[in-house]
Nanobody
Framework: QVQLVESGGGLVQAGGSLRLSCAASGSMFRFNAMSWYRQVPGKQRERVAG???????NYADSVKGRFTISRDNAKNTVYLQMNSLKPEDTAVYYC????????????WGQGTQVTVSS
């Protein structure tokens, strides 16, 4: 049973920063692709950022230059550093694990709420 547990969400003013963490049960190295997604009620879930074991990253255009994804396999944790937050970044953020970045992940966390006030 794979468990992904997100933390670090909360309420922040526009222009502020938050760092999300996602702790995986067991070895995270077995998941080549770790990603962060977000979802707003009534909208499709969108991928925000992804990272492979080799360090390859990709980002949604809407967050490029503001968000940074990283992973620490020794700690079985993936992070999402979010800077210069905007009200439109408000969403539930999900951590996800899979084999490749281009495929839909196999495992998902329960989500953490991020709210950015204007």
């Amino acid at each position: 049973q794979v468990q992904l547990v997100e933390s670090g969400g909360g309420l922040v003013q526009a222009g502020g920063s938050l760092r999300l963490s996602c702790a995986a049960s067991g070895s995270m190295f077995r998941f080549n692709a770790m990603s962060w997604y977000r979802q707003v009620p009534g909208k499709q879930r969108e991928r925000v950022a992804g990272i492979t074991n080799g360090g390859t990253t990709n980002y949604a255009d809407s967050v490029k230059g503001r968000f940074t994804i990283s992973r620490d396999n020794a700690k079985n944790t993936v992070y999402l550093q979010m800077n210069s937050l905007k009200p439109e970044d408000t969403a539930v953020y999900y951590c996800a694990a899979g084999r490749v970045l281009v495929a839909i992940p196999s495992y998902w966390g329960q989500g953490t709420q991020v709210t950015v006030s204007s």
